[in-house]
């Protein structure tokens, strides 16, 4: 059980060769990135994945969604979308669960109306699974 140990700290030492005979002092806390599994020192981050996640985070902060009334969904989609739930409370898509949802038949983005002719009851799951499709 000691052998490993040993093997580790030697390849983890500042400033002395591998294999060469290691003081206390000289070894290092070393910790395992849980994304990439890299060995870095504990008192850093790992620099790879610490730049990838400031990329990412840079990225998400450029690309926000517009709000709810900027992609179209107004009062009259509120109204709509109630008369719509009242009349029909189960998912016209899977009819297992209750509508939480109305979907558009054509979507917005593709010219689709928040008119109760565009509009049919879906739970979430099917809703969300449909994304940008018609019909």
Known sequence: MGTPSRVLYLFLTRGAP????VLLEQ??????????????????RCEPCAS????????????????????????????ARAAIL?????CSLCYQRPATT????????????N???NL???CGPCNFSRGNRTS
């Open 86 to 90: 009242a009349a029909q409370p189960l």
């Open 102 to 113: 109305a979907d558009h038949i054509v979507p917005l983005s593709r010219g689709g109306t």
């Open 52 to 79: 990838d996640r400031a990329k990412r985070q840079e990225q998400k902060r450029k690309h926000t969604r517009p709000s709810a009334w900027a992609r179209g969904y107004d009062s009259s989609y509120a109204k």
């Open 27 to 44: 070894l290092l806390p070393m910790s395992m990135c849980s994304r990439c599994k890299r060995l870095y020192p504990l008192a850093s």
């Open 115 to 117: 008119d109760i002719e």
């Open 120 to 122: 049919r009851p879906a």
């Open 18 to 21: 591998p294999r060469a005979p």
